[in-house]
């Protein structure tokens, strides 16, 4: 007694080869067959370069802020001073800085001086915010204290000032010129308050990576922002960094407990939490659009099975007399059609990561032909499109593309098995 062959047996690949190497006659089953070949790879193309994007988004967004800005600020309750005016200010805040720095998890603790001023320089006025902090402490902020993206050096910033590149340019400044700072709130007199206004050497010019902070930020040394604030021996905030800032909320609270009476506290995912959950729903949708435009391109494989099925109905008549079973001939057709899936889905992944791989240049390619001002860095907040390439990715994008390629080509692979040989060979 003959043994019953395999599933996906060399004869049942062969068939469907022969199948899928249409001639001149059966033109339009071979046109179809590349339809859905390029529909499913420009699907899996746009599914996977939206994702890196994605995630070059949000990658770049934290970033930015985790390099740039505290994971966790200590600030003060309001208070009354020994005149009876209302401050939020800390006059213990090195006793506090010392046991907040003592808390598992925090890597490092920097007391602030902060305020708005007015600065002008060259005839332009713009409205900054300036930060005091120590040398040390700004030395040890990633994202400004960078020699790649800065210039000028850290090392004489007790003598002047460290500002953002886009307070530069907009003021027309560099290394050694001199900037001029006027503020509301300045000398006490017998006739009121007179503005503060005093002159500074810019000696470092730092890209932190966001627009915002480029465009506002100036950093004074910490000594010489408690003068010029009326800050004498008191500060505004603990800048607070973690060695873990995705898990910031594992160490806020004991942060808070060790600041002491009158702390409060404020971390870097509830000053950018609603635009990080914005992202997500955004991301979510996005998947489901793409998935949908997914299922389009993989809905031409049915249309091609469906005319290929027709096409090859008397072989399929001979092929049932001769023998073949009916899950032979659903396994023919549903080569068929996953061959096509799977040829589709690869050549969209190599698109795909070859577009988040080289995303700088292609960017620039567009901005050329475009004229340039494509991208509007005050409007994004980031100076260039973002791409990066995660597994995870990659990974759901080809099992979306796989399984979708796989189920719509069973219901035509099933009909071309029911075939009734007789029916089949009745005109032939």
Known sequence: MASTPPPFARFEWMIAWRYLRARRAEGGVSVMTWISL?????????LIATLAVRSGFRAEFVDTILGANAHVTVYAGQREDEFGRTVRTFPDFRERAERVAEVPGVSRVAPLVKGQVMANANGRNAGVEVFGIDGADLAAIPRVADPETGRGSLDRFDEGLAIGSGVARELGLGVGDQIKLISPDGVKTAFGVSPRVKVYEVVYVFTAGRYDIDRTRVYMPFSEAQLYFNREGVADELEVMTADPENVEQVAVPVQIAAGEGALIWTWQDASGAFLRALEVEDNVMFVILSVLVL???MNIVSGLIMLVKNKGGDIGILRTMG??????????????AFTGVIGTLLGVVLGCLFAIYIDPIFSFVNYL??????????????SLPAKLQLDDVLSAMALSLGLSFVVTIFPARRAARMNPVEALRYE
Not at 372 to 380: F, K, L, N, S, T
């Open 38 to 46: 390029i529909g499913i790879t420009l699907a899996v193309f746009a």
């Open 296 to 298: 389009i391109a993989t």
């Open 324 to 337: 073949l079973t009916e899950g032979s001939v659903l396994r023919v057709f549903f080569i068929c059609g």
């Open 370 to 383: 475009a004229g340039g001002g494509v991208w509007d860095p005050a409007v994004r907040g980031i100076y």
